[in-house]
């Protein structure tokens, strides 16, 4: 069993910066596959960034590459999403979710933290 806090999101004016974190706790954390998805107001949640368990990078939304980096901790069980460069239409509530390695599906998902980008 995981359980995901996110923390970090708040109001930033367009080309500045967040960093979003998600503090899992879990004997497991460790093995388990970590995401940040965000789901903008009206639009079906999107799946940003995807890391393993080593911190291998699998996925980055084209939408975010080269402005958004993911990282974890294992030791202190955190995921952390830096993101710049943010532009208004990053504005969404950023959930973070995580899976183990043999499932198919993300089983655990924190409560969301809203990112807003002002123009």
């Known amino acids: 069993q995981v359980q995901l806090v996110e923390s970090g999101g708040g109001l930033v004016q367009a080309g500045g910066s967040l960093r979003l974190s998600c503090a899992a706790s879990?004997?497991?954390?460790?093995?388990?596959?970590m995401a940040w998805f965000r789901q903008a107001p009206g639009k079906e949640r999107e799946l940003v960034v995807v890391?393993?368990?080593?911190?291998?990078?699998?996925y980055y939304a084209d939408s975010v590459k080269g402005r958004f980096t993911i990282s974890r901790d294992n030791a202190k069980n955190t995921v952390h999403l830096q993101m710049n460069s943010l532009k208004p239409e990053d504005t969404a509530v950023y959930f973070c979710a995580a899976r183990p390695g043999s499932a198919a599906s993300y089983a655990y998902w924190g409560q969301g933290t809203q990112v807003t980008v002002s123009s």
């Open positions: 879990g004997r497991s954390f460790s093995s388990y596959i």
């Open positions: 890391i393993t368990w080593s911190g291998g990078i699998t």
